[in-house]
């Protein structure tokens, strides 16, 4: 149906209109190192665009495949019913794969992984924390290929116990929800000694020359999220990206946590009004955990409601003040907006450039 749609919209509109169904191809240097990341994905590029909550969403998601890398929808902590019907509308406007990410600290979390076994989707992948064993079953059960994060080597191990089908590495440069040990790290201390499933790498990467030199390395492919802000398709508030294009990789900062009576995963951000509320957040439940006026998993549920309610105030009302600015420290490679297409083929240039370099070198 879909590619009669297509031939149906070139009649009508020329094969302009069709570049976007057009994907943007790798090159047969690259296919040579980076083929196990394309065949797991089942992607013309191994090229992951992350799950940013009131970010990825279906018309990024679909055009990020249909260019020929690979979406992940975003959940975040939204309706079940909504959540169903984002995968619905994301299969209405591609034919290739992408992946759905469950927040497992999120309250509508068991919710959403079941409807992405319900429906099927092809990659499912799990963040926010470590997954039961059961629920990663659910998820193989249902046909799907499991990508678990792996933020030190005790949960890669872990992951691998449970059935994770491949890995994402992702380091402390990242933006939004992070680990506390950066790339440079994790890529020792996972990715050089984790062979056996792929391993992709996340937190930091820009630029295609990097994500060749990872995969260089041994990484089956990359996840990108901040660089991916900057296309034209991606329908967050004009005003968050001008933010993106003005700041510095120092600004992007990550919180602390106060008191280990109070959890919370570390996010980075630019620094803004959301996060010095995020520290008077946390005193207030110390405090009310103190007093028993409410426990500490619903302590926990009311940081993930502030940080999604204040993303949605930056990506879509255009509140750079009160909302949450999440960024990778990446932020500050990037300093235009781009047509995503042009941005893909960007990175496909620079990666082959990079391989052709470290060619020549070996060559002397």
């Given at each position: 149906m879909l590619q009669i749609l297509k031939e149906i919209i070139a009649g009508i509109c020329g094969e302009d209109i069709m570049n976007a169904y057009e994907p943007v191809r790798s090159t047969e240097r690259l296919d040579r190192i980076w083929k196990s990341?394309?065949?797991?994905?089942?992607?013309?590029?191994?090229?992951?665009?992350?799950?940013?909550?009131?970010?990825?969403?279906?018309?990024?998601?679909?055009?990020?495949?249909?260019?020929?890398?690979?979406?992940?929808?975003?959940?975040?902590?939204?309706?079940?019913?909504?959540?169903?019907?984002?995968?619905?509308?994301?299969?209405?406007?591609?034919?290739?794969?992408?992946?759905?990410?469950?927040?497992?600290?999120?309250?509508?979390?068991r919710a959403h992984l079941d409807i992405l076994c319900e429906k099927s989707v092809g990659h499912i992948v799990f963040a926010g924390s470590i997954p039961r064993a059961q629920e990663v079953k659910q998820a193989k059960d249902s046909g799907a290929k499991v990508l678990c994060f792996a933020s030190t080597q005790s949960?890669?191990?872990?992951?691998?116990d449970y059935g994770a089908d491949a890995l994402i590495l992702e380091g402390s440069e990242a933006g939004g929800h992070i680990g506390h040990v950066s790339t440079t790290v994790l890529l020792q201390e996972i990715l050089f000694n984790f062979d056996r499933i792929p391993v992709f790498v996340a937190g930091g990467i820009a630029t295609g020359k990097m994500i060749a030199h990872l995969v260089m390395m041994g990484a089956a492919g990359a996840q990108m999220g901040t660089r991916f802000v900057m296309a034209e398709e991606c329908n967050v508030h004009e005003?968050?990206?001008?933010?993106?294009?003005?700041?510095?990789?120092?600004?992007?900062?990550?919180?602390?946590?106060?008191?280990?009576?109070?959890?919370?995963?570390?996010?980075?951000?630019?620094?803004?009004?959301?996060?010095?509320?995020?520290?008077?957040?946390?005193?207030?439940?110390?405090?009310?955990?103190?007093?028993?006026?409410?426990?500490?998993?619903?302590?926990q549920f009311k940081v993930e409601e502030y940080w999604i309610g204040s993303l949605r105030k930056a990506t879509v009302d255009g509140d750079i003040e009160h909302g949450s600015l999440m960024a990778g420290q990446?932020?500050?490679?990037?300093?235009?907006?781009?047509?995503?297409?042009?941005?893909?083929?960007?990175?496909?240039?620079?990666?082959?450039?990079?391989?052709g370099d470290v060619v020549a070198r070996l060559k002397g």
């Open positions: 990341g394309k065949e797991f994905l089942g992607s013309e590029l191994p090229v992951m665009c992350g799950a940013m909550t009131w970010v990825s969403d279906p018309q990024l998601v679909a055009r990020m495949s249909n260019l020929g890398a690979f979406g992940v929808l975003a959940a975040g902590n939204m309706p079940p019913e909504m959540w169903a019907d984002y995968v619905d509308e994301t299969r209405k406007l591609t034919d290739r794969p992408f992946a759905g990410n469950c927040i497992t600290i999120a309250p509508n979390y949960i890669a191990k872990r992951m691998l005003k968050f990206k001008n933010v993106f294009k003005r700041s510095r990789a120092r600004e992007a900062i990550s919180t602390p946590q106060y008191s280990v009576k109070l959890p919370v995963v570390s996010v980075r951000a630019l620094n803004n009004h959301a996060m010095s509320h995020f520290g008077d957040l946390q005193l207030e439940l110390l405090e009310m955990l103190r007093k028993g006026e409410i426990n500490r998993q619903e302590a990446s932020v500050g490679l990037l300093r235009k907006v781009q047509p995503l297409r042009e941005i893909l083929e960007e990175l496909v240039a620079e990666a082959d450039a990079a391989v």
